[in-house]
């Protein structure tokens, strides 16, 4: 018998990181199939090449650049190239993708230390790159239900709802915005499918919770205050269901890494998203800013998490 | 109404090993290993040498100093030896008195003397018999319980709460106390009343051990002992949560319980306080859980301080070939050790004894905020591990280092499988040691 010397607790809760990043999988599911379903094989693809070359190259920099011999694969890479695949346009070339899953990976995560260090969300970084880099493959959207054998490079393509609406007023059907029926990138078209997964990470507690309904809610009522003064703002609704915004919210934006720890900060965080997504929509030369604004946000998290710092038990005052 | 304090968590209790188990008392070691060295406070003074005769309950060493306690025989028979031996609390070796029994069935008592009515004695006299009966605080921190009963006049106190929480796993000695030995409680409970001059007392007991609230309702009816009921949370039996669950009162960072007139005893405590002022008895043994998943017959028992771990366990059946870790103390605070000759302490309510289990790869970490929100102090575990392991130990002190209770729960929850604990208490004696030097 050989006893062990260790320091207490010795009971550990069963959880690992790798069950983390695996429901986060998991929870994306639904929005992968969505995506097949109304953009066809290639969007596919592209999720299938996402998550396995996510974690090949996170698998890769650990053992042969950082010559972790211990390394584990975690799930965490893979996570970061699905996310990254669900924010691109279904035109974007394999070649472009695989640029930007190495930018998002490298650049995004490893440039700071890997897991965990990262100030930026890694999928997010790799799409703005793409979009700054590719503009044209970037923005040039598909219609859905072109048939799922039909290339992206024979279908029809149009504008996403948001530029329609901005530039001639157009409303989509709320409908069609809610099951993703939609022009859009990847996955971001279907909120139905995007808010099954997110429940599905609430159920298994593994969301800071207050980031999205902050995000949601500041989005959904400062649109609301513009749709009162001027109803060609759009309404909060129409607000609500288009463009990157949901998976935005419930899934880049909660990411943990990058967001901040408190509660207290987690609203902020959400409040500081809404605030600028809503602005740049409005305001802004580009449709969209979901992808602006929360990272944006995300250099801000240090910042957040100083400001509110809990107050340690028995302090007294500040 | 069920009560609690913010943060926690909910580990396995494993309990069920023992709590039905009622206490048995361990027949006699042949020899004891006894510390002059409490936890907090100086050694005592060695008042007997190698040869000479003692009997039960004779005072061995005296108080060095007034943070310092008597230290009495737990057998009759012959002082062996002093050495030393390491002291598994304070980390280092330590003088033990060793006591080898003379014949197989002696066991003589040399009792204090007292009238046994606590009501017709004053405070003074209470408070000497606690002091020369050796009494400590069994909860673990064994602090000199008279110490303890005489706050500074400057400090009011009007709450005794007595802590029947037992939040921690395995252990269920406490419970077992309070469905046995009730009646001792309460005498130890009106004791320490008349010693701190307060009119209100409270019993904070956990909803998992029902059939003792039950018990001790029927027992402490008409006195004025209230029973509160708490919700089964750990660490609901942690000083500073316990008082703010019962009281609403916060416990200054820095302070002491008597800070907001409260001065807080353990179960096991009382009973010993009980027996040293009516029956006259130091404080030579001890009740604690054997038990965890590698103790083969799992028990409650009444031990001799000094007896060592290995015969203790012996005493249970032994313990599993595949033993990873035996504990002093319950799995998320006990201290583990690798040497089982190591005698029980004043201050040791239980033995666990655990299989091995699997721990997971250790990852960075995610900012996952769980360790904070765990954390019933309002720190934030991960800041404090980043600190210490960057050897920022200053900064550290700033984010509460020293607030830490070191419960344990940011380890538990932490998904990535850091050690808090661990770093927190390095840093804790890194940083006293250079401001001490």
Redesign the interface.
Same mark, same amino acid.
């Given at each position: 018998m050989k006893l062990v010397s260790a320091y207490p607790p010795h009971l550990r809760d069963t959880d690992d990181v790798r069950k983390v990043m695996y429901d986060v999988l998991i929870a994306l599911t639904p929005v992968v199939i969505g995506a097949a379903y109304f953009f066809g094989w290639y969007a596919l693809l592209l999720c299938v090449l996402g998550t396995v070359l996510g974690e090949l190259f996170d698998f890769f920099v650990m053992r042969f650049l950082r010559k972790s011999k211990d390394f584990v694969p975690d799930g965490s890479g893979a996570v970061t190239g699905l996310l990254l695949a669900l924010n691109v346009s279904t035109r974007l070339p394999i070649w472009a993708f695989v640029i930007g899953l190495v930018f998002a990976l490298g650049v995004g995560k490893h440039v700071f230390g890997g897991l965990g260090q990262n100030i930026f969300n890694p999928a997010l970084t790799g799409r703005v790159f793409l979009l700054i880099s590719f503009p044209t493959y970037m923005t040039e959207w598909v219609d859905p239900l072109s048939g799922f054998w039909k290339s992206p490079w024979d279908a029809t393509t149009a504008a996403t709802p948001l530029a329609l609406f901005k530039e001639k007023g157009i409303v989509t059907s709320y409908w069609d915005l809610f099951i993703g029926n939609v022009r859009g990138s990847i996955g971001e078209t279907s909120a139905l499918l995007l808010i099954v997964g997110f429940l599905y990470l609430v159920v298994r507690k593994r969301i800071k919770l207050l980031i999205p309904i902050s995000y949601l809610g500041t989005v959904f009522l400062l649109s609301a205050v513009f749709y009162s003064v001027n109803p060609k703002y759009g309404d909060p609704t129409f607000h609500l269901l288009s463009g990157g915004l949901m998976l935005g919210a419930l899934f880049m934006a909660t990411d943990m890494v990058t967001s901040p720890i408190t509660p207290l900060g987690q609203a902020i965080f959400g409040f500081g998203c809404g605030f600028l997504t809503l602005i740049i929509r409005l305001f802004g030369s580009y449709p969209e800013g979901v992808s602006f604004s929360i990272l944006f946000m995300n250099a801000l998290v240090p910042l957040i998490d100083r400001v509110t710092k809990p107050r340690i038990f028995g302090e007294v005052g500040r | 109404m069920k009560m609690a304090f913010r943060g926690g968590i909910h580990?396995?209790q494993l309990k069920e090993f023992t709590k039905d188990k009622p206490i048995e008392t361990m027949p006699l070691p042949n020899k004891v290993f006894v510390f002059l060295a409490n936890h907090a406070g100086n050694p005592s003074k060695l008042i007997v040498s190698p040869g000479d005769e003692v009997k039960t309950g004779q005072i061995i060493g005296v108080p060095d100093g007034y943070i310092s306690s008597y230290v009495h025989s737990p057998l009759t028979g012959r002082v062996v030896e002093v050495k030393k031996i390491f002291h598994p609390v304070l980390g280092r070796p330590m003088d033990a008195v060793v006591i080898e029994r003379i014949s197989e069935d002696q066991d003589q008592w040399m009792r204090l003397d007292t009238s046994g009515d606590f009501e017709r004695m004053t405070r003074e006299e209470i408070l000497d018999l606690v002091r020369r009966a050796g009494v400590v605080g069994l909860g673990g921190a064994m602090f000199p319980t008279h110490v303890k009963l005489s706050p500074p006049p400057e400090k009011k106190v009007d709450t005794l709460i007595i802590n029947g929480a037992e939040c921690e !796993?395995v252990l269920t000695i406490d419970h077992r106390l309070m469905l046995e030995r009730a009646e001792e409680i309460l005498l130890g409970i009106l004791i320490m009343m008349k010693v701190l001059k307060v009119e209100k007392a409270m019993l904070g007991i956990e909803d998992n051990k029902r059939d003792a609230y039950e018990h001790l309702k029927r027992v402490f009816k008409g006195y004025p002992v209230e029973l509160k009921l708490l919700k089964t949370k750990y660490p609901q039996g942690a000083e500073?949560q316990l008082i703010?669950t019962l009281t609403g009162r916060?416990?200054?960072?820095g302070?002491l319980p008597m800070d907001v007139g409260v001065i807080v005893q353990n179960v096991g405590t009382c009973v010993a306080v009980k027996e040293a002022v009516i029956d006259g008895k130091p404080l030579v043994e001890r009740g604690l859980t054997v038990s965890g998943d590698g103790v083969r017959e799992p028990k409650n028992l009444m031990v001799r301080i000094g007896t060592p771990v290995s015969e203790v366990l012996e005493y249970c059946g032994g313990?599993d070939?595949?033993?990873?870790?035996?504990?002093l103390g319950g799995?998320?605070?006990?201290?583990?050790?690798?040497d089982?000759s190591i005698p029980i302490l004043k201050g040791t309510s239980g033995i666990?004894a655990?299989l091995p289990?699997?721990?997971?790869?250790q990852?960075?970490?995610?900012?996952? !905020?769980r360790c904070?929100i765990a954390c019933?102090?309002?720190?934030?575990p991960?800041l404090l591990y980043l600190l210490a392991t960057k050897r920022r130990y200053d900064d550290a002190v700033n984010?509460?280092l020293m607030?830490c209770i070191?419960c344990?729960s940011c380890?538990?929850?932490?998904? !990535?499988?850091i050690?808090h604990?661990?770093h927190i208490?390095l840093a804790k004696n890194v940083y006293r040691a250079t401001r001490r030097g």
């Open positions: - | 580990p396995p !796993s500073k703010y916060r416990v200054p960072r302070g313990i070939e595949k033993t990873e870790k035996v504990l799995p998320m605070t006990g201290i583990s050790i690798t089982l666990t655990l289990r699997e721990t997971g790869v990852k960075p970490c995610i900012r996952c !905020s904070v019933p102090m309002n720190l934030q991960y984010e509460g607030d070191e344990g380890s538990y929850v932490c998904p !990535s499988k050690e604990v661990r208490k």
